[in-house]
């Protein structure tokens, strides 16, 4: 079958073939932390029935996510502070430490069976790095792993976060790439559990980037990574 080029609408839900597989991609918007995590559950059980494997993009109002290995020292302000400026925490049972979604940043959880790709969590881990050093690629930006920590970094800056959880080999929580996300929330914590400067693409850029247009460029990337099988 003939590749297609996906496009992305905010809300809508389509198919985009590939070979023989079809990815079922939706652009859920600005949504809720805990709504979207019901969406997520919601299609794990989809996917283990045999339906079609899901991409699932967004943004988050402001919040922070505490993965199984999270330590709440790594928050660096109490809670009634964080509930002032309108944070919200989730304890979650992803891998990880803890993370900040807010507006800006894309999110992406995919909802893949592993069965189709070795069922190897290492190497599924690995995958979703380079997709985001590939996009990056596009706008010029040279990205690369840091040996022995997961995530992307340009330099010494971290620029996409990843925190995974599989059942019964189909995965779900994903990664996080700061497109314009407000960089002074992250003086709320301890991202990743690490002393780490986080940097977006628009600072890197020195303006602002279409999200829609991410969106598609991201997909484009995550289809030809995963599709390489």
Known sequence: MKEQSPSIQAG??????MKNKNWDIRD???IDYQAA???QKQCVEDVLQGGAQKILLCEHPSVLTLGRLAQEGYILFPKDELARRGVEVHHIDRGGEVTLHSPGQLVVYPILDLRNYQKDLKEYLSKL????????????IVADRNPGKTGVWVGDHKIMSVGVAVKKWVTFHGLALNINTDLNLFSLIKPCGLDVQMVSLEKLLGKKVEMVAVKEKFVQAFCLEFNRN
């Open 28 to 30: 859920l918007g600005l």
């Open 12 to 17: 809508d839900c389509f198919l985009v073939q």
């Open 129 to 140: 790095e380079q997709v985001a050093i590939d996009f990056l690629k596009g706008f010029d």
């Open 37 to 39: 995590y019901t969406l």
